[in-house]
C-alpha cells in the first residue's frame, strides 16, 4: 500500500499563471504541478477499513525527483524514492531494502489518450468550487458509466492546480478509497538531507534487491491473445521479465481503458506443482482486485484497480495459440 501511495501522492507548484478552464486543462495542469514542485504535507488515507496518517516530502529539481514518504500512525515504515531507486526502511524488522521503482504520476494512464476517448465509458464534469486544506479547490468529477470501471472525485487547488484530495468511487458514487491533505506546505528549495537513511537506520540489514539479476523487455509477439475485453479495454504493453530468484521468463500484458489499468501476469508451469495447489479465484483488497486463473496449465494472474468482474473477464479472455 505504501508503494502504491507514493504513486497518487501530489504536488505543489511553481508561480506559472495558468488558465484552466476545461477537464483536460485541469488535468494537464496537475500533471505539470505533479512534476515540478517542493512541499511538505500530511494526509489521510481511509480505504480497505483502515486510516493511515503519512507525511510526504517531495523536492522536484535540475536532479530528477526525491520523495520521503513517513507512516504516522501504526507500524513504523518509511519509503524514500530517488528517481527510479527505491529504499524501504522497516525498523520492526530492523531491515532497509532497496530496489528500483516505476515511473510515477498521480493518475498514470489518463493522459495517455485524450479526454474524448474516454467519453464513452466516463463522464467528466466540474463542481462546484469547494475548501480543500485550507485552499479553495475546483472539483473534478469522472464518473463511471458502467461497473466495469470505478469512477474519481479530485479537489484541484484553484491557484497551483495541486491535487488536495481524492476520492475513488463506485459505479453507484459510494466512497471506496479516499486520501485527503491535511497540510500542505509549498518551499523553494528542499534540502538533500531529508532524503537520506537515518544514521541509526545504518546499523538495518540490508536487502539490495535492485543488484538481483533481473531483466525486463517488450514482447513483440506471443502465444497469447485476448478475446472479448471488457467495453474499453484494450492492450497497451506487453513485456516479459526475468524475475528476482527466478532464471525463467514470466510474461506481463498490461490492459487500459486510458484511465484505469489491469496488469496480467503469465507464469510457467512448475515441473512437480500439483494444479490444486495454485491459488485460483478472486480476491480483494480495498479497491485493488486479483484474479488467477489456470489457463491449459499456465498460471493467470491480473492485478488491477478496477472491479473484482473486470479482472475475471480479462483473465477469462486470454487464450493460448494452438490450444
Known amino acids: ?82 528517481n527510479h531507486s527505491v529504499i524501504c526502511v522497516l525498523p520492526k524488522e530492523k531491515s532497509v531494502m532497496i530496489d528500483e521503482s516505476q515511473p510515477r504520476s498521480p493518475l498514470p494512464t489518463v493522459f495517455g489518450r485524450q479526454l474524448d476517448d474516454l467519453k464513452p465509458y466516463y463522464r467528466l464534469q466540474i463542481l462546484a468550487d469547494n475548501r480543500m ?9 469522472i464518473q463511471s458509466k458502467d461497473d466495469y470501471r470505478y469512477g474519481y472525485k479530485l479537489w484541484l487547488d484553484k491557484d497551483t492546480g495541486l491535487l488536495l484530495r481524492s476520492d475513488i468511487l463506485d459505479v453507484g458514487g459510494n466512497i471506496l478509497e479516499q486520501i485527503m491533505f491535511t497540510r500542505i506546505e509549498v518551499l523553494d528549495h528542499i534540502d538533500d538531507s531529508y532524503f537520506e537513511v537515518n544514521e541509526d537506520q545504518n546499523t538495518f540489514a540490508l536487502h539490495d534487491v535492485k543488484h538481483q539479476p533481473k531483466f525486463s523487455e517488450l514482447m513483440p509477439d506471443s502465444v497469447w491473445h485476448s478475446v472479448n475485453l471488457p467495453a474499453g479495454f484494450i492492450k497497451t504493453h506487453h513485456y516479459r ?33 500439483d494444479e490444486d495447489e495454485v491459488f485460483t479465484g478472486g480476491m480483494s483488497m480495498g ?37
Open 1 to 82: 500500500m505504501l508503494i502504491r501511495l507514493i504513486i497518487i501522492s501530489l504536488a505543489l507548484v511553481t508561480q506559472i499563471s495558468w488558465a484552466a478552464d476545461t477537464p483536460q486543462q485541469w488535468l494537464d495542469r496537475m500533471s505539470d504541478a505533479t512534476r515540478n514542485m517542493n512541499y511538505i504535507g500530511e494526509f489521510i488515507y481511509h480505504g480497505d477499513g483502515a486510516i493511515q496518517a503519512m507525511r510526504i516530502i517531495h523536492q522536484a529539481n535540475e536532479k530528477g525527483e526525491k520523495e520521503r514518504l513517513i507512516s504516522l500512525t501504526g507500524e513504523a515504515r518509511e519509503v524514500i524514492r530517488r
Open 287 to 323: 479497491v485493488v482486485n486479483i484474479y488467477a486463473l489456470l489457463i491449459s496449465g499456465y498460471p493467470v494472474t491480473a492485478v488491477g484497480e478496477v472491479p473484482l468482474r473486470t479482472v475475471e473477464e480479462i483473465v477469462r479472455s486470454l487464450v493460448r495459440k494452438g490450444d
Open 133 to 141: 486544506a485550507g485552499q479553495m479547490s475546483t472539483v473534478l468529477s
Open 241 to 273: 521479465h526475468v524475475m528476482p530468484m527466478r532464471k525463467d521468463w514470466v510474461e506481463h500484458l498490461v490492459f487500459s481503458d486510458g484511465l484505469a489499468s489491469v496488469s496480467v501476469y503469465i507464469d510457467h508451469p512448475q515441473e512437480g506443482q
